[in-house]
Structures are given as C-alpha cells and as structure tokens.
C-alpha cells in the first residue's frame, strides 16, 4: 500500500487510537473538536482505506499457562516463491505462534512464539517447522522481557 494521504486530523485520530484502542467515539469527538458523526465517518474511512487495520486485544500469555516466549529463526535451503509462501501460510497457522516475520538476512523467517513450557517450544520445531523440506535450519532465542516502542506516530 502506497503512503496514505492523511491530514491532521486523521493523524491525531489514528495517534489517539494507537494509545487506547477503546478510545468511545465519543471521547475522539471531544478530544478533537469535532462532531460524532465526522469522527466516526472518519475512522470508518481509515478502516476502509486499510489505514486502521484491525484492532486487537492483548492476552498475557503467563495467566493462561503460556509463560515462556522465544524468537525461532528459520533458514531456508532454497527460495522458490511458490514454497516460500506456502511455509510462511504454514508457519502463520501454527498454534501458539504469535506473529511470523519474512524478513531478509541470514534467516528469512522470525517466528515469535508463546508456549508452556521448554518441551512445548521444542514440539513446534521438531514438528512444525523443521518438518518442511524447504526448511535448512533454525535457531530459537528465549525472550527475556518485551516492551512496546511508541510507534510509527511518535514525535
């Protein structure tokens, strides 16, 4: 997707969004000076427009027994289009996988990754990942603590 034309407005919706995503109409309204019906026609244009995407909840992964987090990298044998998108379908699909990553380097894929224990985590690559032919290897890291940035919208 090209870069959105998006004027102030639409920038200070989305930066309040980023924030708290359960941010009422209501509230954006105020905030912002304008009327209910304009900032709501306005989110559903961004909505449309593909700018908002989704908008999500976060699960704390340890309150559902899911305590430990790593980063597994895979290293392809080859890069066939057709298998590299068939793996990253696959890798996407995999329980407990929390995003995937095609990114460029030494390894093409970072698999991040939410699971209960170490043999868990061992499971998904022995058996979910390392089991396709295009796969030469991975490595997996333990994440220690994660933080969120301030986003594409900090200033």
Do not use: W
Not at 12 to 33: C, F, M, P, S, Y
Not at 100 to 113: E, N
């Amino acid at each position: 997707m090209a870069k959105a034309q998006l004027d102030e407005i639409d920038l200070e919706l989305l930066a309040i969004l980023t924030r708290d995503a359960e941010t009422t109409n209501k509230a954006l309204a105020h905030r912002l000076g304008l009327a209910e019906s304009t900032c709501a026609h306005r989110v559903r244009a961004l909505r449309e427009r593909g700018v908002i995407r989704d908008t999500r909840i976060r699960i704390d992964g340890t309150a559902l027994g899911f305590p430990l987090q790593a980063i597994i990298k895979v290293r392809l044998a080859n890069h066939t289009g057709a298998k590299v998108t068939a793996l990253f379908d696959a890798l996407a699909s995999v329980p407990r996988v929390l995003q995937v990553f095609h990114v460029a380097g030494v390894d093409d894929f970072l698999v991040h990754v939410a699971v209960e224990d170490a043999t868990a985590l061992r499971d998904i690559v022995l058996e979910h990942i390392t089991v396709h032919p295009v796969v030469r290897g991975t490595e997996t890291q333990l994440v220690f603590e994660l933080r969120d940035g301030p986003g594409v919208l900090s200033r």
